[in-house]
């Protein structure tokens, strides 16, 4: 099996949720990180992405565990991986994309956030995740800035998404670590930004030293875009 037969293999694979034909077609030669369109209508993104979008832990797992990139983009408004579970609502997917280290606080070609896009669709449970892994509810840009003129108890800026919204205003109030072994919530001043991507912030050099080791140093310094 030559190199493109064995990456439309591995795309069928994970199509399908074939955790053995993934296997078979990674062994085949396959390219983990390549692209393809799962219709006409959409652009190339890589097969983490598209497992991620259809909330196939078992298959992210398997391809992240075979070394499938956190940071790729999609060629249609730059989604990583991350993104495209927090659009869709898949909770369980984004929990194991940032416990594998993927940046939480990543940026699209919008300047969304995966809090944004989720928030935007009012995907209520993965917004609290989102949040409750250190995610950045005071961001600026990108969708919120259309929505920051929401005022609670009135018309104002009220939408279908506004119990996320909700939470996003109440999680303003303290920011947590982003470790998500740790995730204490406190206030702003006390926590430490990461001091190379900028984008990453801890308690203690104790939770920034176990983000690192468990993934933040595959997407350190990666995840900007510009």
């Known amino acids: 099996m030559d190199a493109t037969d064995a990456n439309i293999y591995l795309f069928d694979a994970v199509s399908n949720g074939s955790l053995r034909g993934v296997e078979a077609a990674l062994k085949a030669g396959a390219d983990i990180d390549c692209k393809y369109a799962r219709c006409e209508d959409s652009r190339p993104a890589t097969l983490l992405f598209h497992a991620s979008c259809m ?8 391809l992240l565990c075979k070394g499938a ?3 790729k983009r999609s060629d249609r408004s730059a989604f990583a991986p991350l993104h495209a579970a927090a659009i869709n609502g898949k909770t ?15 940026r699209d070609g919008f300047q969304n956030t995966p809090l944004m896009r989720a928030c935007n669709y009012n995907h209520v449970d993965t917004v609290r995740r989102l949040i409750e892994l250190g995610a950045r509810p005071d961001l600026t840009g990108g969708q919120l800035q259309g929505m920051r003129y929401y005022k609670e108890g009135t018309e104002i800026g009220k ?23 740790c995730g204490k919530p406190d206030h702003r ?5 990461c001091g190379r991507c900028k984008l990453t912030r801890y308690c203690s050099r104790d939770c920034q030293k176990q983000h690192w080791s468990v993934g933040h140093k595959k997407c350190c310094g990666h995840d900007v875009y510009l």
């Open 69 to 71: 990139s956190l940071v």
């Open 55 to 62: 909330g196939d832990v078992d298959t992210a797992r398997l």
């Open 189 to 193: 001043k006390t926590l430490k930004l």
């Open 92 to 106: 369980e997917v984004v929990d194991l994309l940032v416990q594998h280290g993927a940046t939480v606080d990543i």
């Open 159 to 181: 939408g279908d998404n506004e119990e996320s919204w909700k939470i996003i205003e109440e999680a303003r109030k303290l920011l947590r670590c982003c470790n998500p072994k």
